[in-house]
């Protein structure tokens, strides 16, 4: 089982670096980029705006409970907003991703393997990689970037209005707060991890398609691995990103 799997691995590693190696390869699937670019916006862009709202308000809530316990009430806007654009906006705008545009992709390349139009393809002298993969790959890490702007303004208004509507914050502290101890290169962080997760969920989602198991049930079983395995890559990936930031970038007046 563990040689199975460090050879799934190893495997799905070759595909992240051959997809690397062939977005520089022409002729670029300009056309098929932005249909999947498209596609991968429609099925994710109301559902983030939607599910940012309350993720915004959860945050602003019990932030602002903790600090009234801590006599620091005047920290909740930089608090709540730090927590938003740094950890919940990239999660968010991933896991949508993953679950709806992810999903899609392996669906569509896993049908297409089974009926062997990927083989049909490479008879032909052309790359499935360099042909489907690229594209879809590059949506979804475009998708991300901007999706993750989107959740993070969304998320921020949310958490801005039931601070100051429901646990009588006044928006003065709450602007001073966030510009306090809020900085530039946190914005970068969020944005640099929304294209990763992008890449993640866009590589996982490609390997499981091309590779199913077992006619059309297997294609189901694919797109059910293909986020599971992306969220667990996900939250491990984002853990270590958000150690190396904080080890390299200190915090605003430390």
């Known amino acids: ?90 999660l968010i705008v991933a896991l949508l991703i993953a679950g709806a545009g992810g999903s899609a992709i392996c669906a569509d ?20 990689v360099q042909r489907l993969v690229v594209p879809r790959v590059l949506a979804a890490m475009g998708v991300a970037v901007l999706l993750n702007g989107l959740v993070s303004v969304v998320g921020i208004l949310g958490g801005y209005f039931f601070n100051v509507v429901m646990q009588g914050g006044t928006p003065g502290a709450y602007l001073s707060s966030f510009s306090a101890l809020a900085q530039l290169p946190d914005l970068y962080v969020s944005e640099l991890k929304a294209l990763v997760f992008g890449f993640i969920a866009g590589i996982v989602a490609a390997y499981r398609g091309l590779n199913p198991r077992g006619g059309p049930k297997g294609v189901g079983d694919a797109v059910n691995q293909s986020v599971v395995i992306t969220f667990l890559l996900l939250f491990f990936v984002n853990m270590v990103m958000t150690a190396v930031y904080l080890q390299i970038v200190p915090p605003k007046g430390g």
Do not use: N
């Open 1 to 90: 089982m563990i040689t199975g799997a460090l050879r799934q691995t190893g495997r799905l590693f070759a595909l992240a670096a051959e997809v690397v190696r062939a977005v520089f390869r022409r002729p670029f699937q300009f056309r098929e980029f932005v249909e999947q670019f498209w596609f991968v916006a429609s099925v994710t862009i109301l559902p983030a705006a939607l599910v940012s709202i309350p993720f915004g308000a959860v945050i602003a809530l019990q932030v602002g409970s903790l600090t009234e316990q801590l006599g620091a009430q005047s920290f909740t806007g930089g608090a709540s907003v730090l927590a938003v654009v740094q950890q919940a906006s990239p």
């Open 109 to 128: 390349l896993g049908s297409r393997k089974i009926r062997e139009e990927l083989d049909a393809m490479e008879v032909m002298g052309v790359s499935p």
